[in-house]
């Protein structure tokens, strides 16, 4: 499928959806999400519902709370990832999407440990981290 000279690379799209789909629901729309993916010449390498989170504010536009979860991973080459983009932008069933590339992994290694947050002492600490948001104008 993918006839392009550049090399394909993994991606992973996170789509995040109305939390209160219904079983048959929620599989129909990742089928539709997977379908319309592979239709642009992407390889779909796995699919994860990642379950509803709760977003730290209501989105303007829905005003929902929170949202479902759920991530493709696939393999295209660079021009069918900047594809996939408009392809899902407006659709009205798909609260929001992020593209991005995939971290490059050896066959058989697993996944990369996710950083911990650091346990400190209290207010210490959370006086020097408020000093350092400051200085980058963030708070």
């Known amino acids: ?6 090399e394909a690379r993994s991606y992973d799209a996170l789509f995040i959806l109305p939390p209160g789909l219904a079983p048959a629901e929620l599989e129909q729309l990742t089928k539709m999400i997977t379908g319309q993916v592979a239709e642009l010449g992407a ?7 990642l379950g509803v ?5 209501p989105l303007h536009t ?4 929170s949202g479902r979860y759920v991530r493709v991973n696939f393999t295209a080459d ?3 990832e900047v594809q996939v983009r408009p392809k ?3 659709r009205e069933e798909i609260l929001r999407m992020l593209v991005t590339a995939a971290p490059l ?10 950083p911990v947050a650091a346990v400190g002492s209290g207010l210490d600490d ?4 408020g000093e350092e948001l400051e200085g980058d104008g963030v708070v």
């Open 1 to 6: 499928m993918m006839k392009s000279t550049t």
């Open 126 to 129: 959370a006086a020097e981290i």
């Open 88 to 90: 899902f932008r407006l």
């Open 105 to 114: 992994r050896l066959a058989g290694e697993e996944p990369a440990p996710r």
């Open 78 to 80: 660079p021009q069918v």
């Open 43 to 49: 390889t779909i390498n796995r699919v994860d519902d």
């Open 53 to 57: 989170h709760s977003f730290a504010r």
């Open 62 to 65: 829905t005003k929902e709370r």
